[in-house]
């Protein structure tokens, strides 16, 4: 229980929590920005095979 409050109460508790919350938002944003890549590049190869295959 000692941990939870100095976690919460101190400074390299509250850095500390900081830098976690910062890493879950960038876990969010990287999975984001591949996932929207993924989709466009997908869409323009499944683009590009059908105008090879005529049509």
């Not at 876990?27 to 090879?52: C, N, P």
Request: proline share 0%; hydrophobic share 50%; charged share 25%.
């Amino acid at each position: 229980m000692q941990a939870w409050v100095d976690f919460f109460t101190t400074d390299y508790g509250l850095m500390s929590a900081a830098v976690i919350a910062f890493m879950f938002v960038m876990l969010g944003y990287i999975a984001w920005y591949v996932a929207k890549h993924v989709r466009e590049d997908t869409e323009r190869h499944d683009r590009l095979v059908k105008e090879a295959r005529g049509g």
